[in-house]
């Protein structure tokens, strides 16, 4: 189930863990569509967006942020490693008749040299990997950012999580459980 890595911690299942059934159902209380309304806001007024800015929505998921971002103007590519959440993509942007470039894709892997003028990477999705492999992935936004391009980190405070949270998590919901080997937000 789970391997050691060369920092001597459990390997995460990423395939496992972003089921995109079972990841919605869990977090489906987090990502409502007014806390995305208020997300995209924080990231159009912090990040100085202006259309059509071409942004890149590195672990993008069912493309919540990547399709509000293209209904305002933006050039947005989504880049996931879930077939299953790109799907929901972009039949999404179908429904809202909205273009979004959706690629099938690991963040340890993607990179588009000197590409786009933003990159978010949102809700905790950085930081899976070995730090070799998570050192890679900030190599590889910062090569897909045009010279001045900004990046958006979206991660939870390491030193309050190491503080405060337990090693191990249960979510539940209608009965049903998520655990995990670190605290399930």
Do not use: W
Request: glycine fraction near 8%; aromatic fraction near 8%.
């Amino acid at each position: 189930m789970s391997e050691i890595n060369n920092n001597n911690l459990p390997e995460t299942d990423l395939d496992a863990v972003f089921c995109a059934d079972d990841y919605l159902y869990f977090y489906g209380d987090s990502l409502m569509e007014e806390y995305t309304d208020e997300q995209v806001a924080f990231l159009v007024r912090e990040l100085g967006l202006e259309t059509p800015m071409k942004i890149l929505d590195l672990a993008c998921g069912h493309g919540r942020h990547a399709n509000r971002l293209a209904r305002l103007g933006y050039r947005v590519t989504g880049v996931d490693r879930s077939r299953e959440f790109l799907g929901r993509a972009q039949a999404d942007a179908n429904q809202q008749n909205v273009p979004v470039t959706y690629l099938c894709a690991d963040s340890r892997n993607y990179a588009e040299a000197g590409e786009y003028e933003r990159v978010i990477h949102l809700f905790s999705s950085f930081g899976y990997f070995t730090d070799a492999e998570n050192l890679q992935v900030m190599k590889n936004i910062a090569a897909s950012l045009k010279s001045g391009g900004l990046l958006c980190l979206d991660i939870p405070n390491r030193d309050v999580s190491l503080q405060k949270l337990p090693p191990c998590g249960v979510r539940e919901k209608n009965r049903d459980l998520l655990t995990g080997t670190a605290s399930i937000p």
